[in-house]
């Protein structure tokens, strides 16, 4: 799988020790890694990752809050879900697969998912900004979690909006001069890396079986869905992506470029399988 930001340095601030990025380059047959190890990773990420500068203050300039503050605003709130739905499915899920490492590794994800969630909201302090408690982005968003209830249908989504976080973030870096929030921007993005990661070898998993006809029927599905979420992102955060440089065919190319290479990924023929 080719997973990659605007920027590729962002690679380089990522271990290739961890196993799940290894296979983030050119492919080779890879094996999928279990759920025991996407344990291991999580817990080790935890505890590791950049130093933000916080004592450096917001240095947010007056032009950037008007552009990307309220955009901030409402990505934060969507980095704060306590995962009381994707929890619960989770441990069905596991409990009909024998996968059982498999809620600690969704709940290790929260967490993490959770942590870029305090970093925004921690900035958006500082810089005098605030946080917002509803924006119509994120109640649409969390409706449509409530509803689901399997987890080729929780995940589908939630990759997809982690693949746009990629474009999203690297705008805002791009966007400011602050090294409190580009540094919070790097670290989000390093981890958004694995996450897609492990949202596609969950979704090679279950599609793992699927005649032909009906992977292409779930490609097709998802083809539009990932255009309604790609929409409304842009609704909702164009003043934002554009401030980083991604006007409307900027922001499409990338889109699409990353998605494309998280379908490629979550294909379960690319993958060596040991049963």
Do not use: P
């Given at each position: 799988m080719v997973v990659c930001f605007e920027s590729q340095s962002y690679l380089r601030h990522v271990s290739l020790r961890k196993g799940p990025l290894q296979t983030a380059g050119v492919s080779r047959t890879p094996r999928l890694w279990t759920t025991a190890a996407w344990?291991?990773?999580?817990?080790?990420?935890?505890?590791?990752g950049r130093a933000i500068p916080w004592r450096s203050g917001a240095a947010l300039t007056d032009a950037e809050r008007a552009a990307i503050g309220r955009s901030l605003q409402a990505w934060q709130l969507g980095e704060t879900s306590e995962g009381h739905h994707l929890r619960a499915a989770a441990v069905r899920y596991a409990e009909r697969v024998g996968d059982a490492d498999y809620p600690a590794a969704i709940d290790l994800f929260i967490?993490?998912?959770?942590?870029?969630?305090?970093m925004l909201g921690r900035f958006l302090d500082l810089a005098g900004i605030g946080r917002v408690e509803a924006d119509w982005g994120d109640y649409l968003f969390r409706a449509a979690r409530y509803w689901l209830t399997n987890m080729e249908a929780w995940t589908t989504p939630v990759l997809m909006v982690e693949t746009l976080a990629m474009v999203y973030y690297n705008a805002i870096r791009r966007a400011t001069g602050s090294h409190v929030l580009r540094t919070i921007c790097s670290q989000i993005l390093a981890d958004e890396v694995a996450h897609v990661r492990f949202q596609c070898e969950r979704l090679a998993r279950i599609l793992r079986g699927r005649p032909r006809f009906g992977l292409w029927l779930t490609m097709l599905a998802q083809q539009l869905g990932f255009l309604v979420v790609l929409l409304l992102v842009w609704l909702g955060h164009r003043r934002a992506l554009r401030a980083g440089g991604y006007g409307w065919r900027r922001y499409w190319r990338a889109a699409w470029d990353r998605m494309r290479a998280a379908w490629r990924s979550m294909d379960p023929r690319r993958y060596h399988w040991d049963d």
């Open positions: 344990v291991d990773y999580f817990r080790a990420n935890a505890v590791t967490r993490e998912e959770q942590r870029h969630g305090a």
